[in-house]
């Protein structure tokens, strides 16, 4: 019998990468979920870090984090907005971790002397990888992407383990591939020579695709879907069209006018159930394109070329302006570029102000000018992570007048650290899955902002950091207006910092847009975005 009765879909990608492979397993997952089945989604990346922890976010974009502490790939963010469901580090499989595993085990002696190989080793962890979230999590169906692009070497041996996988009479598969039909404007025709290809490439590596979906800029008609379904061994109803959206939102709603999850539902041999019920979810599409109002909101940070290094906090401002019945339009403002010159210029037209997370000392002031332009004139601010220890730095060298003050991350001789290396990372110096990770408690004051957004005493949020407030200065801070607001209950740190003079204004160690989803919109970016539509109406 199968695992637990599991079933298992492989989304591959072929012909270019970024088609969205991660929004249609996501839209999938939610379609299904929506039938009443379990699901969960898992990413298997081919490179050969041993997670997105080290890598520069211009490489790989964010890095998101799982309330068990795994340092995982972005999609994973997506899977939890759209499922409204926790991932966890079995979620996220690297070939780093793979091979990291494998040769420890040959360290240990376990392969009793035989030689290592790609096949069967590589590919058995690979498996036992994949049917681990079957075998434990109590899942219906598990969806499991695979990075990169059909042909890439990378990618070998995990194709490799999905065709070992598809013979295996224990496990119930079906593989959904993604391919890419262009238009050319010249001939006026859309060319399914790209698709063709990709799947003679993917047929070469004995994987038969069982479900094609076709990234199309142009809506695809009956005679060219049944071109692609005669060459590439298919039925017509699994030529799925996926055309570009206006968001990513609507592409559940246009995955289920496709019958994407019907058709996968029969591959599987499973029953259809009842119909979908997304009326929640086609709620918020519809507020999402019929706002009511409209703010600018200054997103301050040192990744702006690639904004996918930010894309939790932009979805969470998506969310919550939905909630608000208000579009957010994000001003982009690169910190290294910010100066006591230009300031005000770049920021006198925002209705409110996010300091970004980050780390290293590029761009660094020019956060902490933008959060003085902020406090001076009553905008709404909120700072995540680094965002928060600027403004603590801020406010201790221009309330406080602590000009030394700074965070030991870029001067360990500052003359006032008031961010310092916590206690439990000075001894660390491995880097990659060391920092305080994954989700921690924080013990919330009742007369304060965050109460009234969260409407509660203790929550839970997850952190991805070094260094925190030095409580050496926290008397100080709050004679002169800055409270902590938010303490972890069981070692005393800063976890929420609040300027008590400012109508809103806010600072935390933590990550909240790891945690909002469609859904559920997380409450402090939903009170932001009404205190600064507040602000903007006065």
């Known amino acids: 019998m199968p695992d637990n009765k599991t079933k298992y879909v492989?989304?591959?990608?072929?012909?270019?990468?970024?088609?969205?492979?991660?929004?249609?397993?996501?839209?999938?997952?939610?379609?299904?979920?929506?039938r009443g089945y379990s699901v969960t989604i898992q990413k298997l990346d081919p490179y050969i870090n041993i997670d997105p922890g080290t890598l520069n976010p211009y490489e790989h974009g964010e890095c998101y984090v799982t309330e068990d502490g795994a340092e995982t790939d972005l999609d994973l963010g997506h899977y939890e907005r759209y499922l409204d469901r926790k991932t966890s580090q079995a979620n996220n499989v690297t070939t780093g971790r793979i091979y990291q595993h494998v040769i420890n085990k040959e360290r240990e002696g376990a392969y009793l002397g035989k030689t290592v190989q790609v096949i069967p080793h590589i590919t058995d962890e690979i498996k036992r990888r994949i049917r681990l979230l079957g075998k434990t999590g109590d899942y219906d169906i598990v969806i499991t992407e695979i990075g990169g692009t059909v042909g890439d070497i990378e990618s070998?041996?995990?194709?490799?383990?999905?065709?070992?996988?598809?013979?295996?009479?224990?496990?119930?598969?079906?593989?959904?591939?993604?391919?890419?039909?262009?238009?050319?404007?010249?001939?006026?025709?859309?060319?399914?020579?790209?698709?063709?290809?990709?799947?003679?490439?993917?047929?070469?590596?004995?994987?038969?695709?069982?479900?094609?979906?076709?990234?199309?800029?142009?809506?695809?008609?009956?005679?060219v879907r049944r071109k692609v379904a005669l060459f590439c061994n298919i039925s017509k109803d699994a030529v799925i069209e996926s055309a570009n959206a206006n968001t990513i939102y609507e592409v559940p709603v246009l995955m289920q006018k496709e019958k994407l999850d019907q058709v996968v539902l029969k591959k599987l041999d499973l029953p259809l159930r009842e119909e979908p019920e997304i009326q929640q979810w086609k709620r918020f599409l519809h507020r999402l394109d019929n706002p009511q109002n409209h703010l600018k909101i200054g997103l301050i940070g040192k990744y702006i070329e690639l904004k996918d290094s930010y894309i939790s906090i932009n979805?969470?401002?998506?969310?919550?302006?939905?909630?608000?019945?208000?579009?957010?339009?994000?001003?982009?403002?690169?910190s290294e570029l910010l100066t006591n010159e230009n300031v005000a210029d770049k920021m006198k037209d925002l209705d409110g102000v996010i300091v970004a997370p980050g780390f290293g000392e590029r761009g660094i002031e020019g956060k902490i000018i933008a959060v003085e332009y902020a406090r001076k004139n009553n905008m709404p601010f909120l700072g995540i992570c680094l965002g928060m220890q600027c403004a603590v730095i801020e406010f201790a060298r221009n309330v406080?007048?602590?000009?030394?003050?700074?965070?030991?991350?870029?001067?360990?001789?500052?003359?006032?650290?008031?961010?310092?290396?916590?206690?439990?990372?000075?001894?660390?110096?491995?880097?990659?899955?060391?920092?305080?990770?994954?989700?921690?408690?924080?013990?919330?004051?009742?007369?304060?902002?965050?109460?009234?957004?969260?409407?509660?005493?203790?929550?839970?949020?997850?952190?991805?950091?070094?260094?925190?407030?030095?409580?050496?200065?926290?008397?100080?801070?709050?004679?002169?207006?800055?409270?902590?607001?938010?303490?972890?209950p069981?070692?005393?740190?800063?976890?929420?910092?609040?300027?008590?003079?400012?109508?809103?204004?806010?600072?935390?160690?933590?990550?909240?847009?790891?945690?909002?989803?469609?859904?559920?919109?997380?409450?402090?970016?939903?009170?932001?975005?009404?205190?600064?539509?507040?602000?903007?109406?006065?």
């Open 156 to 223: 070998l041996p995990y194709i490799e383990a999905v065709r070992q996988l598809k013979w295996d009479p224990e496990v119930d598969c079906i593989v959904v591939h993604l391919t890419l039909v262009p238009y050319l404007a010249t001939s006026g025709e859309l060319k399914t020579k790209p698709t063709q290809h990709s799947v003679k490439q993917l047929l070469e590596s004995g994987v038969q695709a069982d479900v094609l979906v076709l990234r199309t800029e142009h809506t695809i008609p009956e005679d």
């Open 10 to 34: 492989f989304v591959t990608g072929g012909v270019t990468s970024s088609l969205g492979k991660g929004i249609i397993s996501a839209s999938l997952a939610k379609l299904l979920q929506a």
């Open 315 to 334: 979805e969470a401002l998506i969310h919550a302006g939905v909630e608000n019945d208000t579009q957010v339009e994000i001003d982009w403002i690169h």
């Open 490 to 538: 069981e070692g005393g740190m800063v976890e929420i910092v609040e300027n008590v003079n400012h109508p809103w204004f806010v600072g935390v160690q933590f990550h909240p847009e790891y945690s909002s989803t469609v859904l559920n919109p997380h409450p402090l970016f939903v009170k932001f975005i009404a205190a600064s539509l507040k602000e903007s109406l006065k």
């Open 400 to 488: 406080l007048g602590k000009k030394g003050a700074h965070t030991t991350e870029i001067n360990e001789q500052a003359e006032d650290p008031v961010i310092f290396l916590m206690e439990a990372q000075k001894s660390i110096t491995e880097k990659g899955g060391t920092m305080r990770l994954g989700a921690y408690d924080c013990a919330v004051q009742k007369d304060s902002i965050a109460f009234d957004a969260y409407q509660s005493e203790l929550i839970s949020e997850r952190h991805r950091h070094r260094f925190e407030f030095n409580n050496k200065y926290l008397k100080d801070f709050e004679k002169a207006g800055m409270k902590a607001s938010g303490i972890n």
